[in-house]
């Protein structure tokens, strides 16, 4: 069966220092997923903006939720992440999914800007083919 997850930071649990320091270029985001795909987690996308770095994904089994931590921390080896990263499972995650797709997780709490945000960094997972049917309906319900 399989679960949803997340792994990132934001603004509620690191500084702007810290969060300079752990965001993606799209180049970056696409290569992440590409590491991702080859360690056996096929369906990912990451949202990176001035306020988070953040990435959802979907795995078979618990071990690949620490397979995509291992992935995170290595993407950013250079910083210690121990009390600034943030995780989520299952419905957990979905719900945090909707909440920062409706502006509720923003520093300006409604802010619009973020909905665009996951809407490109979806269509740009999807473009490069690190999404399925399960992604592609919880991404549309979530960005709808």
């Known amino acids: 069966m399989m679960e949803f997850g997340y792994i990132g930071i934001n603004y509620k649990n690191a500084d702007q220092d810290i969060r ?3 965001s993606f ?3 970056g985001k696409i290569d992440f997923m590409e590491k991702a795909a080859d360690a056996g987690i096929s369906q990912c996308m990451v949202l990176s903006t ?3 770095s953040e990435v959802y994904y979907l795995v078979q089994n618990t071990e690949e939720h620490k397979t995509m931590e291992r ?3 290595g993407n950013f080896s250079a910083i210690c992440l121990d009390e600034y990263l943030d995780f989520r499972s299952g419905k957990e995650a979905i719900a945090y999914l909707f909440r920062v797709t409706a502006g509720l997780e923003s520093m300006v709490l409604g802010e619009d800007q973020i909905l665009g945000q996951v809407r490109n960094a979806y269509f740009l997972a999807m473009e ?3 999404t399925k049917t399960t992604f592609h309906c919880l991404f ?3 960005i709808t």
């Open 20 to 22: 300079d320091g752990v």
């Open 50 to 52: 001035c306020n988070r």
């Open 128 to 130: 490069s083919g690190y």
């Open 25 to 27: 270029t799209d180049n």
């Open 71 to 73: 992935l995170y921390r």
């Open 140 to 142: 549309q319900s979530a």
